[in-house]
């Protein structure tokens, strides 16, 4: 059995911000190829392993753990992504480097304030229907402007987010080792760091040998 530990005391601040969705995982010990060692493997409930054997799958199962949670992230990452546009598309607003389409829309409202101011200042200066059509326009205006910033700055922070993940995603067999272990009665304690472009994590894997 093997499990994460999402908050190690010994990692890093940048770890620990690394791990805010901790990962947990079981060690699938029937894949891992057993010893020839008839003198262990006649005891009831103990089997053996190789060592190098075993510490490899052991590598391997956590790498393949690590994508596999990122992967569900990425798909996460593109779900949202996905409703942004749809929310941005329902406000008519298509976002190009630009932003023409946005920006024609103010712009046309901000020309229908100016025309009100005008009235305003020519016809009736205290007139409160006028006034509160200005008032209107000016909030309508500043929603609109706050809206899209909202919008733009969101989708850009799920892009860079979905970028970070999809780098993240390609670990080569140098990003992942065995930094640490350590043994105790029949209970085997293994720290494994994956480095990533963006961060590393350490893990940390409990297992019971005799259970």
């Known amino acids: 059995m093997g499990t994460l530990d999402p ?4 990692s890093t601040s940048n770890s620990k911000k690394c791990m805010n969705n901790p990962m947990r995982f079981s060690i699938n010990k029937d894949v891992i190829k057993k010893a020839e060692n008839q003198d262990v493997n006649s005891i009831q409930r103990i089997v053996a392993y190789d060592h ?3 510490e490899t799958s052991v590598i391997e199962q956590a790498k393949n753990t690590f994508k596999r949670n990122n992967s569900l ?7 949202r992504l996905s409703t942004l546009d749809d929310d941005i598309m ?3 607003i298509v976002y190009l480097s630009s932003h023409r389409s946005a920006q024609h829309e103010l712009e046309k409202m901000e020309l229908s304030l ?3 101011l005008g009235q305003v200042s020519i016809e009736v200066s205290n007139s409160s229907l006028e006034n509160r059509k200005i008032r209107s326009l000016e909030l309508e205006i500043e929603t609109k402007m706050k809206l899209i910033d909202t919008l733009l700055s969101r989708k850009s922070a799920l892009l860079s987010k979905l970028s970070s993940l999809e780098k993240a995603n390609f670990i080569s067999d140098g990003n992942v080792s065995i ?7 029949c209970i085997l304690h293994y720290k494994i760091r994956i480095y990533t472009k963006t ?8 297992i019971i040998l005799n259970v």
């Open 90 to 92: 329902y406000v008519n």
């Open 73 to 79: 992230q990425i798909s996460a990452t593109r779900e």
């Open 179 to 185: 930094i640490a272990r350590s043994s105790s009665n």
């Open 7 to 10: 908050y190690p005391s010994s």
């Open 114 to 116: 100016d025309t009100l």
């Open 52 to 54: 190098l054997e075993f």
């Open 199 to 206: 961060c590393s994590q350490s893990m940390f894997i409990l």
